[in-house]
């Protein structure tokens, strides 16, 4: 029984041995199959769908782009014409404005426009002031008013921005 068993194994271990190369050769012959599947996959074609889809997403990035740059342009305008204004303003009405400073323990001072000698010679008499002094006509704070506020109603109607009926 032994040789019979020694042979039996020689032949099965001949079997296996032969299998077991058909089998390395078979996973050798996928393996170059796999690698060129995979070559093949990362080389494909694009779907038409994907293709549009980023044709689409291009075009709204670039319109995002110009919508951006024009907002960046107008706020520079906007900023360059809010200097301007507000050099203009303060070459017009006030060469070094002081914001945001009230004393209010100051005295105001109160200038009596009633007795003004370029009022009392113009003629016009100042019908509305702010605080009231010692002479009979009423007073204006001493500000920088422009003539025509300074005039009466019915002097002022042919300037602009009054109306007919005041």
């Known amino acids: 029984m ?10 099965m271990r001949a079997d296996f041995n032969k299998t ?7 996973n050798a012959a996928l393996q170059v199959s796999l690698e060129d599947m ?25 319109e995002r782009d110009q919508v951006i740059k024009k907002l960046i342009e107008d706020n520079k305008f906007y900023q360059l014409e809010l200097v301007n204004r507000e050099t203009n303003f303060n070459k017009i009405f006030n060469t070094s ?6 004393n209010p323990l100051a005295k105001v001072s109160v200038r009596c426009m009633c007795m003004n000698s370029s009022n ?3 003629g016009l008499s100042i019908a509305h002031c702010c ?19 300074l005039q009466t109603p019915s002097a002022r109607s042919g300037l602009p921005g009054t109306s007919h009926s005041d």
Request: aromatic share 2%; net charge neutral.
């Open 20 to 26: 077991n190369e058909l089998l390395k050769e078979i």
């Open 131 to 149: 605080v009231p002094c010692n002479s009979p006509r009423d007073v204006l704070l001493r500000v920088k008013l422009p003539r025509w506020l």
């Open 97 to 102: 404005p002081t914001v945001g400073v009230i």
């Open 120 to 122: 009392v010679t113009a």
């Open 38 to 62: 995979e070559e093949k996959y990362l080389m494909r074609e694009s779907r038409p769908e994907d293709i549009q889809m980023i044709a689409e997403l291009k075009s709204l990035l670039t």
């Open 2 to 11: 032994t040789a019979d068993h020694l042979r039996e194994k020689n032949i």
